[in-house]
């Protein structure tokens, strides 16, 4: 896979850490492709899980692509390449505070 540069926001870190800690329901909206017809959502009670979903679906993915591996290694600068492959990747969640 080809290592594409890939800049994440330090607030977005912040707030993952800070979400996946506080247990927040997230609703991962996934568009796979630039189709509309590959759109779906994840449901998870925190958004830790929903980022593991991610990592998950890449490792699906990985496995799809080379079905003769049974040892697949990458680094984060793959997973980062995947998640801007997608058509679109949304997460909403829930804010106990505002209760929203």
């Given amino acids: ?17 800070m979400a996946a800690a506080g247990g927040r329901h997230t609703i991962l909206l996934i568009q796979m492709t630039e189709r509309a017809s590959t759109r779906t959502y994840h449901d998870y009670d925190t958004m830790g899980r929903a980022w593991d979903g991610v990592v998950k679906m890449y490792e699906t993915r990985l496995k799809e692509l080379n079905p003769h591996l049974t040892d697949i290694t990458y680094d984060v ?3 980062f390449a995947f998640i801007d492959s997608l058509g679109d990747l949304s997460a909403l969640a829930y804010n106990v505070a505002a209760r929203m």
Avoid at 1 to 17: D, E, G, H, R, T
Wanted: charged share 5%; aromatic share 4%.
């Fill in 77 to 79: 600068s793959h997973l």
């Fill in 1 to 17: 896979l080809p290592c594409v540069p890939c800049v994440l926001p330090l607030s977005l870190f912040s707030q993952v850490k």
